[in-house]
C-alpha cells in the first residue's frame, strides 16, 4: 500500500522559489569581477534566473544539455545555476585551475554546448577555443559595457543576452531523478570522472548540510562561500543558503585575506566555509594588522584535513567554532561534519581539539563502513583504519558514460581514503588508500607521517611513499623539503620522529628535495613522486 501523500518533486528550482517567496528581500551582495560591489535580492535571482532559462530554451537548449560555467561566485553565476537546471539542462562546473588540457578533456567528454564565462577566463578560453568543438555560444558574465573583443563563438554579454527575453516563462516540470549538475573529479590519477547529480540527490543533500549538526544555517544567518561554485558542488552552499533563507555574500575573484576579511567585517558575515589556504591568508591578514571577526560564529573547514593550529587559532583567539567537515565530489560533497555530539561537547582545550581534528560523523543521509581489502567490515574502536567506505542518496551510483561498476555488493561507494571510526561514530581519515604504505601485511599511514615531519622545525613539506622492499613489501621513504637556508641530516629527522610512532612506522630512509609537485588542485602528487623514485634502493633492502 501506498501512503497518500501529494507527489511533490524535489526539483532544485523549488529552493529558488522558496527563498524569492519566503525571503524576498534577503540580499545577496557579490564582489563583481568588474571590481564594485553588487546588491541583490532573491526575488530578483529568482526572476533573473527564469530570463536565463528562457534564453536557453529559446536558444534551443534542451533538457539533458549540459552548459558549461567557468566562473567565481556571483550573483550572475548563482542565476545561471538555477536558470539551466529550471529546463531540465545540466550545470557543468568547469574548475579554471585545472590544467588547459584537462579543461579541454572535460568540455569535450561532456559535450558542453554552451560557455557561460566571467571576465578573467577569456585568455584561457581563447586560447582553447579550437580545441572545443561542442560549445556553440560563449555568454560573458558582463554586460555591454565592459564587454571586450574577442574572437569566441558567438560571444555575448550575458546582460544583453537574457534582456531579449520578457521572463513570462514558467520552470520545466519533470521527475526529481532528472540530471541537475555536473562536475569531474581532478583526476589526480587517469583521466577525470564526471559525478552526475540528480534534482532529488541535490535537495535532500540540502537538507542534510542545513541540519544543525552539520552547518546549522538559518535566515538569520549571513554567508559567505569561500569555496567555489565550481569546487564540488560548491558544498551545497548554492543551495542550502537559499533553502535556509540565510543572507549571501559572494567573493567573486577576489579570495586573498584582504578582501575577504573587508566583505565579512562589512556585511557582518556569521558563517562561512572553505579550504584551509584560504584560512591561511585570512588569519596571516588578521594577525599583522590586530582585527577581530566579531559576527563570525562558525567556519567549515575542509577539503583537505584542517591543521589543528588553524583550528585552535579560530576557537581561541578570534572566538569562532570550527567545523571539520570531509567530503569528496562523488559525495555531492559532504560526508561528514565534526559536530561536538553531547559525549565529547564537554570537553575543552587540547581534549576538544583531539576530537576536532577528527573529520567527523556523517549526517542522516550518508551511512559508512570500514573494510580491509577483502570487504570484511572492520571494529569502530578510533584505531584499527580501513578502507572507508559510503552509501546514500547523494553518493554517486556510476561516472558520466562510464559503464563500470563503482558500488560493491552492498551498494557502497569505495572514497578511496583509509580511515579509523571511534565509537561514537566519528570518522578520521588516516590517508587516500593508494598511498597507505604496506608494509608486511600491515598498513602504515602517509599522512601521519608527514604530519609529524613537518613538526620539525627545519622541514617545510614533506611526503611519504612507498617504496619496493624484497622482505616487507615495501617500507616508508621520507621525501624533504627544509626549509629556506636549512640543512639536516638525516638522522635528525628520523631521531626526531623517533619515540613518536610505532617503531615500525619509522621511515627506512630520508631524501632531500627542492620541491615536491603538486596537481593543480594543491595536492601532493604521489603519482610523480613514485615514478621518480621507482628504482630508489633503501638503504634496509637486502642485497
Ligand atoms: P578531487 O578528488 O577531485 O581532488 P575532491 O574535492 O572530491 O577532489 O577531493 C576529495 C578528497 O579530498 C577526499 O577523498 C579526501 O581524500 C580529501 N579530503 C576532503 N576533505 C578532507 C578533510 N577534511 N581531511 C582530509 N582529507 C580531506
Known sequence: MFGLMQDWPLLCHRIIDHAATQ??????????????????????????????AQRLDRDGIKPGDRVA??????????????????????YHTVNPRLFPDQIAWIVNHAEDRVMMTDLTFLPLLESLADRLPTIERYVVLTDAAHMPATPLKNAVPYEEWIAETDGDFAWKQFDENT?????????????????????????????????????????RDVV????????????????????????????????????????????????????PPVWMMLLDHMEKNGLKLPHLKRIVIGGSASPRAMTQTFQDKYGVEVIHAWGMTEMSPLG???????????????????????QGHPPFGVEMKITDDNGKRLP???????????????????????????????????????????????MQVTDRSKDVIKSGGEWISS???????????????AAVIGVQHSKWGERPLLIVVLKKGQTAAKDEILGFMQGKIAKWWLPDDVAFVDEIPHTATGKIQKTALRDRFKDYRLPSAAA
Open 380 to 426: 569502530w574502536d578510533g584505531k584499527t583504519f580501513g578502507r572507508l567506505k559510503v552509501r546514500g542518496p547523494a553518493v554517486a551510483r556510476r561516472y558520466f558514460k562510464d559503464d563500470t561498476e563503482i558500488l560493491d555488493d552492498e551498494g557502497f561507494f569505495d572514497t578511496g581514503d583509509v580511515a579509523t571510526m571511534d565509537p561514537q561514530g566519528y
Open 179 to 219: 540530471a541537475a549538475g555536473m562536475c569531474y573529479t581532478s583526476g589526480t590519477t587517469g583521466n577525470p570522472k564526471g559525478v552526475l547529480y540528480s534534482h532529488r540527490s541535490n535537495v535532500l543533500h540540502a537538507f542534510m548540510a542545513s541540519l544543525p549538526d552539520s552547518k546549522g544555517i538559518s535566515s
Open 336 to 358: 561528514s561534519l565534526c559536530s561536538m555530539k553531547p559525549e565529547y561537547a564537554s570537553l575543552s582545550g587540547d581534549a576538544r581539539l583531539d576530537v576536532q581534528v577528527k
Open 23 to 52: 525571503h524576498a528581500a534577503r540580499p545577496v551582495i557579490s564582489r563583481s569581477v568588474e571590481g564594485p560591489i553588487h546588491s541583490t535580492t532573491y526575488a530578483e535571482v529568482r526572476t533573473r534566473a527564469l530570463k536565463l
Open 69 to 90: 560555467t567557468m566562473a567565481w561566485n556571483t550573483w550572475r553565476h548563482l542565476e545561471a545555476w538555477y536558470g539551466i537546471l529550471g529546463i531540465g539542462a545540466i
Open 447 to 461: 599522512i601521519d607521517l608527514e604530519n609529524l615531519a613537518v613538526a620539525h622545525p627545519k622541514v617545510a613539506e
Open 224 to 275: 559567505l562561500p569561500v569555496v567555489p561554485l565550481f569546487h564540488a558542488n560548491c558544498w551545497s552552499l548554492a543551495f542550502s543558503t537559499p533553502l535556509t533563507g540565510a543572507a549571501m555574500i559572494m567573493p567573486g575573484a577576489k579570495l586573498d585575506g584582504p578582501s575577504v576579511y573587508e566583505l565579512m567585517d562589512r556585511y557582518k558575515v556569521t558563517f562561512t566555509a572553505g579550504v
